[in-house]
């Protein structure tokens, strides 16, 4: 037996160059917020040192003159506890600042304060450059973190506030930005052609600077980032929590394309004028925006509408075998994902997906807690600074809802355990081992679809003799074919369920359009005598209904277990199908609806429908 091949794509540094405002209350001629950001920065305060050693620095900006960020140099965000330590330095300087600040005259306040003389003086971004190895992991990951622009504005969009609240939108700063542009597609950053491209670009799409693009290639002088890839789309966050959490996206994304570079593969050609289209619509409208970027798995076909929210819970669906990579925690991805999961639909919602939902719920709750000396309290102490806010406010909203998700969060972060190396016999013939997969593409851990991280090529679990276990988008592109036969749907449903941990179909159905979703589960479910009718929450496998849909899958393969009850019930289905454990005879049971609706006389309704699927030898027995 010997060893075919195993890589894997590791994390580089990151630069975070975390920024925030400058607030003097009542100004006077000559002693306004600008005044003093001018004299902090020509008398640094002396920062503690980051946890590489050198100490972090105080970052201005002339085109930002009310501004400040706290920069922490390259840094390694390998694991989560060297990110917790970068995460408390962080949160240690900026109290530092906060309290230089103040002992100036001033308030330390997060960006969009609507109050400032002028209030663009202050907006900024948490300017986040990721370290790079060459020219082709530059021109990677720039067209990659192009394409997925719009769902990262509209993740880290922030709008004005003030007294009254939170202005309605995506990004302030954006929406009156005159010198940021959106990124190009760029075929290669080698020395030789980036003369050629800059030629291009002026003449053909009159854009003068590359580092003017929201991904700017050569790093960003201003935050001492020469050489690295600069992202500029983050405005700046109100917690140094949150800004974590969008350095782990950075990282993974970085990751993403390194494997790129490693299998010989390129970013697809997103067109320009639909990058521009929805670029716009994330700035105007944050989550609730509705893009046009997605078309087809190969970029090929009609453009699809999707909402920002569920275009970003797509993204992070991709990025998860990089998370894990990352050993990234529960804690550290909620304030990324929980609470859009929370808010389904990922329109306009009770629950809080953003910093944007943060503060406008800080000021439902209580109508002082914008007040800039509240605030700038919390900036001042750095506990308040590393507290997740974001979950905290969505547990208060619902804590049943918050738990049921964050456990579903937690099954995809711990996911299946990485696989086996593969292994082979040497063949008769002698003929050496080329580290190739059966789909012929060097050593590339992806599936035959493209998709990172399934750790399994197409020829099957090695040493089991069993097929690989399809990812929950594999099945959804399967069972999606419109000449796809019934028996094939269930073949693609045992594959699916040969993956361990919790299957789950909801959350991937979300990532898709309405239409889409709602013609996939018509396609999954069996036909009306495979249908059981449950009135109550299963307490055993041995339930009247719970019993007949065990037979009928016996017998034919598949069945649909259907609640109808109260929306509030809809925590307690799930909860039964966790204490029942594992179906008889080996069936799995795949969650495929979870959802409200308005019924008669208002009253606020749930479906659940649970699939329960048969192995093949027990349906064949």
Known sequence: ???????????????????????????????????????????????????????????????????????????????????????????????????????????????????????????????????????????????????????????????????????????????????????????????????????????????????????????????????????????????????????????????????LERTGRRVRQVPQPLIERDRARAVAHGLAAELHVEQGKRGDGPAKPRSAGRAMLGLLHELMPYFRQLDATVDELAPLSIGMELAGSATASAFVRNENDLLARWRADDASALAPERLAQGLATPGWLTTDHLSAANQAIARGSWAAARIWLTEHVTGPPAPRPRQEAPSDAGRSNTGRSSTGQPGTGRSSTGRPGTGRSSAGQPGTGQPAPLTADQLLDLVGKPDIRVPEVLDALRSYCLARGALDLTRPLRTRGRDEARALRRALRPRAGQRVRCEEPLSSWDDGAADRAVRVAGEQGVALLHWDLPAQDRPRVREGLRSAGRAPGGMRHVLLTDTTYTGSGDERRGTVEVLLVAPREEADR
């Open 1 to 259: 037996m010997v060893l075919v091949a195993l890589s894997r794509s590791g994390p580089l540094r990151q630069r975070i160059a975390k920024g925030y405002s400058v607030y003097v209350p009542g100004p006077r001629p000559g002693r306004g917020a600008p005044e003093l950001v001018a004299a902090l920065l020509a008398a640094p305060p002396s920062l503690p040192p980051g946890p590489a050693g050198p100490p972090f620095a105080l970052r201005g900006s002339a085109r930002a003159p009310a501004a400040l960020w706290i920069d922490t140099g390259r840094v390694s965000l390998h694991g989560p506890e060297t990110r917790e330590r970068v995460a408390g330095a962080l949160a240690v300087a900026v109290a530092q600042v906060a309290a230089e600040v103040r002992r100036g005259g001033g308030l330390l306040l997060p960006t969009g304060w609507q109050q400032q003389p002028d209030p663009t003086a202050g907006l900024c971004a948490d300017l986040h450059s990721a370290e790079v190895l060459g020219p082709v992991q530059r021109e990677l990951f720039g067209n990659l973190v192009r394409e997925h622009t719009a769902p990262l504005i509209a993740l880290a969009g922030r709008q004005l506030y003030g007294p009254g609240g939170v202005s309605p939108g995506g990004s302030a700063r954006l929406s009156r930005s005159v010198d940021q542009a959106s990124t190009r597609y760029i075929e290669s950053y080698a020395p030789e052609h980036l003369e050629r491209v800059r030629t291009r670009l002026r003449q053909e799409e009159r854009l003068s600077r590359l580092e003017a693009m929201d991904v700017s290639p050569l790093g960003d002088p201003e935050a001492g980032a020469e050489g690295d890839v600069t992202l500029r789309l983050f405005d700046a966050q109100v917690t140094v929590a949150t800004t974590m959490a969008h350095a782990l996206l950075v990282q993974a994304l970085s990751m993403w394309s390194r494997d």
